[in-house]
């Protein structure tokens, strides 16, 4: 099965600063790539995602790379503010199938 | 409006008892999904329901039992707690098909006393 690699496990940056986090993935298969970020009493909440057939995506602040060959994906967050605290996780599944493996999170902090 | 919805949000127990957590997806979504979280917040996959029918049965005691009664609702209950089982369940709802995301609930905190 797929086993999905999330670091750092914390990460603390001052308002303004980018924030990077790294995933690795074992199944060459997957290809499907989403990003969460999950706030204090919350559930898990999408913020982007990449599918494969991508390098990469941008949202405003938020942009997620994808390397197929070295099968890693990262997420970058751009002018980090207060707001952006939370656990990130990401997450890698095959087009049809219904399983996704998770990392194991990212607690980011942004020290105002 | 509340896409994916679970009842209760904290429920506190002794050890023995039965329990049931109710969740609810208005998305029209095809699949539904149990989550458990740790303590050290990892995400573990339990259960999987497309159309009312179980496709993930992952390695979970026989004590847990998913129900879906309609393809927008998916119950867990629980037979004879125990400790180990404290922890955050998510239900989670997804098209289910070619890289459609989850949708997440707010959880319900279980503990076990």
């Known amino acids: 099965g797929e086993n999905v690699e999330q670091h750092p496990s914390t990460l603390s940056v001052q308002e303004g600063d980018s924030a990077v986090i790294k995933c690795t993935y074992s199944d060459s298969a997957s290809n499907y790539f989403p990003w969460y970020k999950q706030e204090l009493g919350k559930g898990p909440q999408l913020i982007i995602d990449?599918?494969?057939?991508?390098g990469e995506k941008k949202d405003q602040r938020i942009a997620v790379t994808l390397n197929k060959t070295a099968k890693h994906f990262s997420l970058h967050i751009t002018e980090t503010q207060p707001e952006d605290s939370a656990v990130y996780f990401c997450a890698a599944s095959k087009y049809n199938f219904n399983k996704f493996y998770f990392g194991s999170g990212t607690k980011l902090n942004v020290k105002p | 409006d509340t896409a994916v919805s679970q009842t209760p949000k904290y429920l506190v127990t002794q050890m023995g008892n039965d329990k049931s957590i109710k969740c609810e997806q208005n998305l029209g979504h095809d699949t539904m999904y149990w989550y458990k979280q740790d303590s050290k917040k990892f995400l573990k996959i339990m259960f999987s329901y497309n159309n009312k029918e179980l496709i993930i049965n992952e390695t979970v005691p026989n004590r847990f039992s998913p129900k879906s009664p309609d393809k927008a609702h998916l119950n867990l209950h629980i037979n004879s707690l125990e400790l180990g089982d404290s922890a955050v369940y998510f239900c989670?709802?997804?098209?289910?098909?070619?890289?459609?995301?989850?949708?997440f609930g707010n959880g319900t905190r279980l503990t076990v006393t």
């Open positions: 989670a709802s997804s098209q289910g098909q070619g890289g459609s995301p989850l949708h």
């Open positions: 990449i599918r494969s057939n991508v």
